[in-house]
């Protein structure tokens, strides 16, 4: 088997980020990686040819440890996905709602179902993998102890799922970015687009006022901006945005040579098609 049919993510086998890439990309492997490090590491090394990592969750926020990874891991974006999380309660074949004590999983994953939890009068034990907690229980092989984890961990592990869908709230997506060594630039005027990039100002009064004045401006929408320390200065601040549009477009053009002039290090991560959830999501909080 060659690596361009292999798609590299962080965690155990069934773990949500294996969920996403087999429903991102069905006719690819997944290969498990101890790290996000590993997992870009596997496709810049070509072991792998695209890597799946999340960057925000509906309800937790931001992945952090990626938005540090993403400027300098030597990748490009070329793609994202929504994965809507379904928390299962999972245990031992023959075990039931009634007999188990425990449950195991990742600190996230407890504290979004911290309902059924209280409901079922278990005690939550942290572990460092959803799909890893599974592993375990699997393991153990005690119908007191269950985890917290994906129905694709159910399948791989042999667990019965007691109990499904038990986060407490149902918009519950966590959206991942679909890196590979190369840029895939969709054509101009093909879809609708998203362009990714990093940039820092100076640390002057207005800097950042500035930089972004080109998209208001030229009436590009800007989805998303986030800040974040560099190097452990308090002086040095990054910025990563995503933005409606595509660089060869004249006003995203036009923005981000006025960015270019006010902000320094700015640097395209990906240029990507806006996957159709975006939209159908902002529809949906429309009719509330």
Do not use: W
């Not at 407490?168 to 005027?189: S, V, W």
């Amino acid at each position: 088997m060659g690596t361009s049919n292999i798609i590299a993510f962080q965690g155990f086998p069934g773990a949500y980020s294996d969920l996403a890439c087999r429903n991102a990309r069905p006719t690819m492997t997944t290969m498990p990686c101890a790290t996000f490090e590993d997992a870009f590491s596997a496709v810049r090394e070509g072991r792998a040819s695209l890597a799946m990592i999340p960057v925000e969750n509906s309800i937790a926020g931001r992945v952090a440890d990626n938005h540090y990874l993403l400027p300098e891991g030597g990748l490009h974006i070329i793609g994202e996905h929504f994965q809507r999380v379904n928390h299962q309660l999972l245990a031992p074949k023959g075990a039931t709602l009634d007999g188990i004590r425990t449950v195991r999983s990742h600190i996230q994953a407890l504290s979004q179902c911290q309902t059924a939890i209280r409901g079922l009068g278990l005690q939550a034990i942290n572990h460092a993998d959803t799909a890893g907690a599974a592993k375990e229980i699997a393991a153990l092989n005690d119908p007191q102890h269950a985890a917290i984890a994906s129905s694709l961990a159910a399948e791989i592990y042999g667990l019965d799922i007691l109990k499904s869908g038990i986060e407490d709230a149902t918009h519950n997506t966590t959206r991942f970015l679909i890196l590979a060594r190369e840029p895939k630039l969709p054509a101009l005027g093909s879809c609708k687009t998203i362009t990714t990039f990093v940039f820092r100002v100076r640390s002057v009064p207005a800097a950042l006022y500035k930089a972004l004045g080109g998209f208001a401006t030229n009436g590009i929408n800007m989805t998303k901006l986030e800040s974040y320390m560099v190097g452990g200065h308090f002086t040095q601040t990054q910025f990563y945005a995503d933005v409606e549009g595509h660089p060869d477009e004249r006003s995203l053009r036009l923005a981000l040579e006025e960015l270019d002039f006010f902000a320094r290090e700015v640097k395209i991560l990906g240029v990507y098609p806006a996957n159709p959830f975006r939209y159908q999501e902002s529809q949906r909080v429309g009719e509330d």
